[in-house]
């Protein structure tokens, strides 16, 4: 069989990023604070040769627009993919509760490049749900930006798990099928809950990031092994599962080597590691 291809990390949080910072002590500060990040500050050549060194070629940064401002602001992204090649590509920062301000900052921001926008629906205060964001999913659809929603658990104390529900997204799925979604982190625990909308609905899917039962193999294991088995993962959610590392919170490297250690098919792996995201990103394979 042929070796797996480079791989594509569909979850990257540059929140301690120097150049994402701007030397901005403030935003450090409010950044450290919500999501109680103790890593340090680091340039981005440093994230740059991890990513290398972990067999991941391309990597989506994640901005995510709470109360307290953008963090990092979307244009210290923009300026990033600007000056680092095809390695990063960026999804904005966007509140859909700005209304008419959050579309046209959407449509702003698919002009500047970004390819589309995390939505972090408990911190920033919406049910996905909510008919009155419909316009802001349907200018999406129209742009082809796909939405990755924060669902499952969350460590951001005045976050409340209910708002991370998975199936909350079920009605964004049903009226706008066109729109691809993907639940980040699985939705754990609410794994069968997530899986089954990414089996029942085409344009849902599932990110594997994040790490809640121990390390990163014992946790890889105990989703694809324990919870949905390989037999079910490698028939059903083949095309529907993208990697993510969740850096800075853990290592891409880790997260790289508990997915591969996993007993499914290469040509599965190959989906889950790259084919997938490329897909959804609309970025013809290398």
Not at 24 to 45: A, F, M
Not at 70 to 75: H, L, S, T
Not at 249 to 272: G, H, N, Q, T, Y
Request: proline letters at 6%; charged letters at 25%; a negative charge.
């Amino acid at each position: 069989m042929s070796a797996i291809g480079s791989a594509v990390d569909f979850h990257i949080h540059p929140v301690v990023i120097e150049e994402a910072l701007l030397g901005d002590k403030q935003l450090e500060k409010k950044i450290r604070e919500i999501y109680h990040i103790g890593t340090s500050v680091q340039p981005l050549n440093t994230l740059v040769k991890m990513l290398k060194t972990a067999g991941i070629s391309k990597a989506v940064l994640l901005s995510i627009a709470t109360p307290e401002g953008e963090m990092p602001p979307n244009e210290s992204i923009k300026n990033i993919i600007e000056k680092s090649g095809e390695m990063f590509i960026g999804f904005a920062g966007l509140n859909p509760i700005k209304g008419d301000e959050a579309i046209d900052e959407l449509e702003k921001a698919h002009s500047e490049g970004f390819k589309g926008v995390k939505l972090y629906p408990p911190l920033q205060g919406f049910k996905p749900s909510d008919r009155k964001f419909y316009a802001f999913y349907e200018r999406a659809q129209q742009l082809n930006m796909p939405l990755l929603f924060h669902t499952g658990v969350s460590w951001i104390r005045r976050v409340e798990l209910a708002y991370c529900h998975p199936l909350e997204v079920e009605d964004v799925a049903v009226n706008f099928q066109n729109l691809k979604a993907v639940l980040a982190h699985m939705g754990f625990p609410w794994i069968w809950e997530a899986a089954m909308i990414a089996v029942k609905y085409e344009n849902v899917y599932l990110d594997l990031s994040g790490v809640f039962t121990g390390t990163p193999r014992e946790h890889i294991f105990h989703v694809f092994t324990k919870t949905l088995t390989p037999s079910f993962v490698s028939r059903f959610l083949a095309d529907k599962i993208v990697f993510g590392s969740d850096w800075p919170r853990m290592e891409p490297f880790k997260m790289v080597e508990a997915v591969k250690s996993l007993p499914l098919e290469r040509s599965v792996l190959d989906k889950i590691m790259r084919l997938n995201a490329l897909r959804i990103l609309d970025i013809e394979e290398e």
